[in-house]
């Protein structure tokens, strides 16, 4: 009986670290009834950091458009891994860029807010869940400069 105890026990422990630690998909981090799918649009609000050379620029990407296919692609295309905590308020931005996309779906928007750090935010109506993307600030980075390209010029 003590070994099926400890058995059972040891299954759950690998059990909830597989659900806590596994990476998983965008739609998945997006959160529930996120569907990419059935995004029409991608908008986008890049806010510059203090000292960058930036300016504010906002845009929209038709998801059926090449820059949005692209945008959804390369989103859809790495693994996301949850965080267990949100940043801290010393969330220093790493890039030249605070980058909140907004996908909407019906009466549902869902936000992703990254900024070169490590963690990513996604909120999803009042959920906010902090996660990691493979690739990190790399990764960050690709997303911002294809939104670079997309915007119109300053």
Request: glycine fraction near 8%; charge should be negative.
């Amino acid at each position: 009986m003590k070994r099926w105890l400890l058995s059972l026990g040891a299954a759950v422990l690998a059990a909830a670290f597989l659900y806590c630690f596994l990476p998983r998909s965008f739609q998945h981090m997006a959160g529930k009834g996120f569907d990419p799918d059935a995004v029409g649009v991608v908008d986008a609000h890049l806010i510059p950091v203090l000292g960058s050379q930036g300016t504010e620029r906002e845009l929209t990407l038709p998801a059926a458009s090449p820059k949005g296919k692209a945008l959804l692609d390369l989103l859809s295309g790495h693994k996301y891994f949850p965080a267990l905590s949100l940043p801290s308020q010393s969330w220093t931005p790493e890039l030249d860029y605070i980058v909140f996309l907004f996908f909407s779906q019906g009466r549902s928007t869902y936000i992703l807010e990254f900024n070169g750090n490590d963690a990513m935010l996604f909120h999803s109506g009042t959920h906010t869940q902090t996660v990691r993307a493979a690739g990190g600030a790399a990764f960050q980075q690709a997303v911002l400069d294809l939104l670079l390209d997309a915007a119109p010029p300053a």
